[in-house]
């Protein structure tokens, strides 16, 4: 019967970690009715008109659809079985091709927005030819699970130690002592009181932006990358706009596996998106990458980005400096977090450091990163006064 | 322009696609079938794409093909309640108290309790576009432009209207469209923030991508009328085969129209890598690309163009085939 398949469909899509529930079945049922079967692309479009919901989930959808629907007998046994009172059983046929294609695509993370929907693919071949560049060394993530111990320091942290970020002022407004005069409130009190006339006050909001965390984890960066995620994690538990992107040889967005509350399990499955853990570094071309593909979408609205890298890189034909200048056009201000500074005085050698250093807002060398309470006590010595 | 009475709404996809081809849209298959489920199914109809792909176009089309009002409500950071739904009109409030006073009508609790209700009457009420798409006798369309540059507070505030086809005000009471006349929502994102999923949820999703060539020179025709068809063509394949490059931000649709009446009006006939380069402005906006470009690339994709289209052309001599 046609919901069999719909229903079953629905069940390859969400193995294949699209978030269709109950709702959108009946809806795609709906919508199958209104256009009719006799287009293959009209059903197409209505399916995925009303089972996906951003960009990147439509080539999986559109594989999934060309591998389930492919039976070209199957369109015509489903007009039959529209008629009503004619029971047939489902395709059988198609099914063990659904499941593979479900274990397929199973790996990825639930509702990931963060990749590409052909990034499966892109894994396997991947790690089949190891010829990709000899600098990069692929290494799963290895995130020891927290300890009790740190996990309460990482949520103390999180909601104890102040973000070294300016609070920016929206444009949405609140009550308040003193401000701008709140016609509509003045109204309201005033209507309860004719006698009286007490103005009331609004003005603008300030709130703390959006937060963008650019880590670095590449092999130089190890030990501070793990501290970094379990801060991060405690972050955008607290607060929900963080938004983490690591970078090494390649950008990953793991913010959707960071949004997991049990920290061991956030950090297993951002370990799992990871791929260029512990790897070399290319910050000019991730930066490009970034600025390219996420930028316009993660820094709108006067977002902050937290970059975090000890800037061990070369700045070859100024790449690293053009990809800085374009970032510093992107975000409302960047605190630079580095935590790889053994001494106190701090020369910029590096060709890295030097190029990102003119473009950043704040700078926070943190020495001797060995613990979670060492970037706490960073963060809190860092001046108030933007640089 | 909006006729008095409701037009038979479309019964196929063909017809949505004739229907908006009739008010010079032209829309690929797969968008029309959005958009007669939109219709059919009376969900908001959500289109993300980048910038300058006829998104807005789209719920300006189905309008007038609907012949309906269009109600836009355009998104920015700070956007609220007044701005969008609804205002009370507090000059009006307050000289109603002035001349209560006056009238000495406000010593005893029952005339402050008239007061009071006659203050936060149903004509005390500024309706905004989100509170006039529910009160209409005939469904219009309701265009949220530019979803994305609203905030996060703003999309749980449409949740009520687009799910329920309400409006909650707290001093008057529930606003709620008429079954048939519930507005046809069209909702835009250029996806510089991801929308909130419980708002996705409620709506049916279509990406509009750039147009294939045969499509976008349609396009081209019909809103770059005085363009030669020599032009609009070679117009067409240069920006087709640009987006294949790796730019900053690749040139949209209209970015096309624009040019093709650009070059129209320096009275071009066919691209050459001078008049190219003068106008390249009109089609890049990032100066990044357009230092790209100039550096070379389009020489480089004009003898490209020229070497597709005597490959293509039937009369063309072995030698001048690539």
Same mark, same amino acid.
């Given at each position: 019967? !046609?919901?069999?398949?719909?229903?079953?469909?629905?069940?390859?899509?969400?193995?294949?970690?699209?978030?269709?529930?109950?709702?959108?079945? %009946?809806?795609?049922?709906?919508?199958?009715?209104?256009?009719?079967? $006799?287009?293959?692309?009209?059903?197409?479009?209505?399916?995925?008109?009303?089972?996906?919901?951003?960009?990147?989930?439509?080539?999986?959808?559109?594989?999934?659809?060309?591998?389930?629907?492919?039976? *070209?007998?199957?369109?015509?046994?489903?007009? &039959?079985?529209?008629?009503?009172?004619?029971?047939?059983?489902?395709?059988?046929?198609?099914?063990?091709?659904?499941?593979?294609?479900?274990? $397929?695509?199973?790996?990825? *993370?639930?509702?990931?927005?963060?990749?590409?929907?052909?990034?499966?693919?892109?894994? +396997?071949?991947?790690?089949?030819?190891?010829?990709?560049?000899?600098?990069?060394?692929?290494?799963?993530?290895?995130?020891?699970?927290?300890?009790?111990?740190?996990?309460?320091? &990482?949520?103390?942290? &999180?909601?104890?130690?102040? %973000?070294?970020?300016?609070?920016?002022?929206?444009?949405?407004?609140?009550?308040?002592?003193?401000?701008?005069?709140?016609?509509?409130?003045?109204?309201? &009190?005033?209507?309860?009181?004719?006698?009286? !006339?007490?103005?009331?006050?609004?003005?603008?909001?300030?709130?703390?932006?959006?937060?963008?965390?650019?880590?670095?984890?590449?092999?130089?960066?190890?030990?501070?990358?793990?501290?970094?995620?379990?801060?991060?994690?405690? %972050?955008?538990?607290?607060?929900?706009?963080?938004?983490?992107?690591?970078?090494?040889?390649?950008?990953?967005? +793991?913010?959707?596996?960071?949004?997991?509350?049990?920290?061991?399990?956030?950090?297993?499955?951002?370990?799992?998106?990871?791929?260029?853990?512990?790897?070399?570094?290319? +910050?000019?071309?991730?930066?490009?990458?970034?600025?390219?593909?996420?930028?316009?979408?993660?820094?709108?609205?006067?977002?902050?980005?937290?970059?975090?890298?000890?800037? %061990?890189?070369?700045?070859?034909?100024?790449?690293?400096?053009?990809?800085?200048?374009?970032?510093?056009?992107?975000?409302?201000?960047?605190?630079?977090?580095?935590?790889?500074?053994?001494?106190?005085?701090?020369?910029?050698?590096?060709?890295?450091?030097?190029?990102?250093?003119?473009?950043?807002?704040?700078?926070?060398?943190?020495?001797?990163?060995?613990? !979670?309470?060492?970037?706490?006590?960073? !963060?809190?010595?860092?001046?108030?006064?933007?640089? | 322009?909006?006729?008095?009475?409701?037009?038979?709404?479309?019964?196929?996809?063909?017809?949505?696609?004739?229907?908006?081809?009739?008010?010079? @849209?032209?829309?690929?298959?797969?968008?029309?079938?959005?958009?007669?489920?939109?219709?059919?199914?009376?969900?908001?109809?959500?289109?993300?794409?980048?910038?300058?792909?006829?998104?807005?176009?789209?719920?300006?089309?189905?309008?007038?093909?609907?012949?309906?009002?269009?109600?836009?409500?355009?998104?920015?950071?700070?956007?609220?309640?007044?701005?969008?739904?609804?205002?009370?009109?507090?000059?009006?409030?307050?000289?109603?108290?002035?001349?209560?006073?006056?009238?000495? =009508?406000?010593?005893?609790?029952?005339?402050?309790?008239?007061?009071?209700?006659?203050? @936060?009457?149903?004509?005390?009420?500024?309706?905004?576009?989100?509170?006039?798409?529910?009160?209409?006798?005939?469904?219009?369309?309701? /265009?949220?432009?530019?979803?994305?540059?609203?905030?996060?507070?703003?999309?749980?505030?449409?949740?009520?209207?687009?799910?329920?086809?309400?409006?909650?005000? #707290?001093?008057?009471?529930?606003?709620?469209?008429?079954? =048939?006349?519930?507005?046809?929502?069209?909702?835009?994102?250029?996806?510089?923030?991801?929308?909130?999923?419980?708002?996705?949820?409620?709506?049916? @999703?279509?990406?509009?991508?750039?147009?294939?060539?045969?499509?976008?020179?349609?396009?081209?025709?019909?809103?770059?009328?005085?363009? #030669?068809?020599?032009?609009?063509?070679?117009?067409?394949?240069?920006?087709?085969?640009?987006?294949?490059?790796?730019?900053?931000?690749?040139?949209?649709?209209?970015?096309?129209?624009?040019?093709?009446?650009?070059?129209?009006?320096?009275?071009?006939?066919?691209?050459?890598?001078?008049?190219?380069?003068?106008? /390249?402005?009109? /089609?890049?906006?990032?100066?990044?690309?357009?230092?790209?470009?100039?550096?070379?690339?389009?020489?480089?994709?004009?003898?490209?163009?020229?070497?597709?289209?005597?490959?293509?052309?039937?009369?063309?001599?072995?030698?001048?085939?690539?």
């Amino acid at each position: 019967m !046609l919901a069999d398949n719909v229903v079953h469909f629905a069940r390859v899509l969400r193995h294949a970690g699209l978030a269709v529930g109950p709702d959108r079945v %009946l809806a795609a049922l709906e919508a199958i009715e209104a256009v009719g079967l $006799a287009r293959r692309d009209d059903v197409h479009a209505a399916l995925s008109a009303v089972m996906i919901d951003r960009h990147e989930q439509q080539a999986l959808f559109d594989d999934a659809f060309a591998a389930f629907w492919r039976d *070209p007998k199957l369109l015509e046994r489903m007009m &039959a079985e529209l008629l009503p009172k004619i029971s047939g059983r489902g395709d059988r046929a198609n099914k063990p091709r659904s499941h593979r294609l479900a274990n $397929a695509l199973a790996p990825t *993370p639930v509702g990931d927005a963060a990749r590409p929907a052909r990034q499966p693919d892109d894994q +396997i071949e991947f790690e089949t030819s190891f010829a990709f560049s000899d600098r990069e060394r692929l290494q799963r993530a290895d995130f020891e699970s927290m300890t009790a111990a740190e996990f309460e320091l &990482a949520k103390k942290l &999180a909601e104890e130690v102040p %973000l070294p970020f300016a609070p920016v002022r929206r444009r949405r407004h609140e009550a308040s002592a003193r401000g701008r005069i709140d016609l509509r409130a003045t109204m309201l &009190a005033m209507a309860r009181q004719p006698e009286t !006339l007490v103005p009331r006050f609004s003005r603008a909001r300030s709130e703390l932006p959006t937060i963008v965390v650019l880590l670095d984890v590449s092999g130089s960066m190890d030990r501070y990358a793990r501290l970094m995620l379990h801060y991060v994690h405690g %972050l955008t538990r607290r607060y929900l706009k963080v938004h983490t992107l690591t970078f090494g040889t390649r950008l990953t967005n +793991i913010t959707r596996a960071l949004r997991h509350r049990d920290p061991d399990l956030a950090l297993e499955l951002a370990s799992a998106q990871v791929q260029d853990w512990k790897g070399g570094t290319r +910050i000019a071309s991730c930066l490009d990458d970034f600025n390219r593909h996420w930028a316009r979408r993660l820094l709108g609205a006067n977002a902050a980005l937290l970059l975090v890298t000890d800037g %061990l890189d070369r700045d070859e034909h100024g790449e690293l400096t053009r990809a800085a200048e374009q970032l510093r056009l992107f975000a409302r201000q960047i605190v630079w977090l580095n935590p790889l500074l053994r001494f106190d005085r701090f020369e910029p050698r590096a060709g890295g450091v030097r190029a990102l250093l003119p473009h950043v807002d704040r700078f926070l060398p943190v020495h001797n990163l060995a613990s !979670l309470a060492d970037l706490g006590a960073a !963060l809190r010595s860092a001046p108030d006064a933007r640089r | 322009m909006i006729s008095p009475t409701a037009l038979p709404p479309p019964r196929s996809v063909d017809d949505v696609v004739a229907a908006l081809a009739a008010e010079n @849209y032209v829309a690929d298959r797969r968008l029309a079938t959005s958009v007669y489920l939109a219709l059919t199914l009376k969900r908001p109809l959500f289109v993300e794409g980048e910038p300058g792909v006829g998104k807005t176009e789209l719920a300006k089309a189905l309008a007038r093909a609907l012949q309906a009002m269009l109600l836009r409500v355009q998104c920015y950071e700070g956007l609220d309640v007044a701005q969008t739904a609804y205002e009370w009109n507090v000059a009006r409030q307050m000289m109603e108290i002035r001349l209560a006073e006056a009238a000495h =009508d406000v010593g005893d609790a029952a005339s402050r309790e008239r007061l009071a209700r006659s203050l @936060y009457a149903r004509s005390m009420l500024i309706e905004r576009p989100l509170l006039q798409a529910l009160t209409q006798e005939r469904s219009p369309v309701l /265009l949220i432009d530019e979803l994305d540059r609203a905030d996060e507070p703003f999309d749980a505030f449409l949740l009520e209207v687009l799910a329920e086809n309400q409006l909650t005000i #707290p001093e008057l009471g529930t606003v709620r469209a008429a079954p =048939d006349a519930a507005p046809i929502v069209v909702i835009t994102s250029n996806r510089t923030r991801e929308i909130h999923d419980a708002l996705k949820r409620r709506c049916l @999703y279509h990406w509009v991508d750039y147009p294939d060539l045969d499509r976008e020179l349609e396009i081209v025709r019909i809103r770059a009328p005085g363009a #030669p068809e020599r032009l609009a063509a070679q117009v067409v394949a240069f920006v087709q085969r640009m987006r294949t490059l790796d730019l900053f931000k690749a040139p949209g649709i209209a970015e096309t129209i624009d040019w093709s009446n650009a070059l129209v009006a320096l009275n071009a006939f066919s691209l050459a890598p001078d008049n190219v380069r003068d106008t /390249l402005g009109v /089609l890049l906006k990032h100066r990044d690309d357009i230092a790209k470009m100039q550096g070379g690339d389009v020489t480089k994709l004009l003898a490209e163009l020229q070497a597709t289209a005597r490959g293509e052309a039937p009369r063309a001599a072995p030698a001048d085939a690539r």
